[in-house]
């Protein structure tokens, strides 16, 4: 149903910069990616120059947006940008809105409401429910997302909240759940690269914590820095098949798509050593947990 999407996707944090997300795009369509998520950070989208620059430098990739605020930017900013992009590339662009977090205002007032309000506005400027996602975690957004549009994007979250989310939003939305990942099978290495990724600012923001407890874990391991526990199901770490068993789990709880977030160490900023690693070694579905089991 979601084909398009494909099975992974590529999602690129805001850190790496426009330019060097921009340039990284082409390579991550003929190395199989056919979403590539861009992670907006907490700034208005506006003009949505990064989105439309890297639709320019692919062919057919979908490029998803992760996600817009929807205090940021008005509904209908949003709408007239998206119809102007899609009517030089064609449907080629996957709005992902959503709240943010109300640690980083000083209004946060009705936020279901707000949300509502958007969505309608969307649809009253001719925005098609399918061009959106949202950025769900709980059940009233979630259920919203399954009803209003496309689907869900869940960011920091485990297959436990993948199979919940599913049963929430029912058995036809897209529901694509983003994942970190480190290429090491050094454990040490992938909690130094992966802890300050999930520390800052997640474990300070109470939609996320309280999601994570709601979900397997504890008060003490969202505290502080984490803990291991929680690091190792947030970063997955490992070989690019170890990678895949363990995304997978995601597609087995019900996920049609995933994104991979690839995070790497300070002194080798690029992301693309690792998605060219995992891209010719993904499996087809399936195949990993055949040679799982004969192990």
Not at 73 to 83: C, G, K, R
Not at 115 to 136: F, H, K, Q, T
Not at 273 to 278: E, F, Q, S, V
């Amino acid at each position: 149903m979601y084909e398009q999407y494909g099975t992974y996707g590529a999602w690129l944090n805001p850190s790496l910069g426009d330019a060097d997300r921009i340039d990284c795009a082409p390579e991550l369509e003929d190395l199989g990616f056919q979403t590539i998520w861009m992670g907006i950070g907490p700034d208005p989208v506006g003009e949505m120059k990064l989105v439309e620059q890297t639709l320019a430098e692919t062919r057919t990739a979908t490029v998803a947006t992760a996600i817009i605020n929807m205090w940021q930017d008005t509904p209908e900013s949003v709408a007239h940008q998206y119809h102007r992009i899609v009517d030089r590339f064609g449907p080629r662009l996957l709005l992902g809105l959503g709240l943010g977090h109300p640690e980083s205002r000083s209004s946060y007032d009705r936020p279901y409401h707000r949300m509502v309000s958007y969505l309608d506005a969307l649809r009253s400027s001719e925005v098609p429910d399918e061009a959106v996602v949202i950025g769900a975690l709980g059940p009233k957004t979630l259920r919203l997302a399954g009803e209003r549009t496309l689907g869900a994007h869940p960011y920091l979250t485990v297959p436990e909240h993948t199979r919940y989310a599913r049963e929430v939003m029912g058995a036809n939305a897209f529901l694509a759940p983003e994942h970190k990942v480190v290429l090491t099978e050094d454990p040490a290495e992938a909690r130094t690269i992966g802890r300050p990724a999930v520390q800052f600012p997640y474990l300070g923001l109470r939609n996320y914590t309280s999601n994570l407890v709601r979900h397997g874990f504890t008060d003490r391991d969202v505290a502080g820095s984490g803990s291991d526990r929680l690091i190792d199901a947030l970063v997955l770490r490992g070989s690019p098949h170890a990678i895949y068993r363990r995304l997978d789990e995601h597609l087995d709880n019900g996920a049609n798509h995933v994104g991979i977030q690839v995070l790497t160490a300070k002194s080798d900023r690029s992301p693309m050593p690792a998605y060219r690693a995992l891209a010719p070694n993904r499996p087809p579905r399936g195949e990993v947990h055949h040679r799982a089991a004969d192990k």
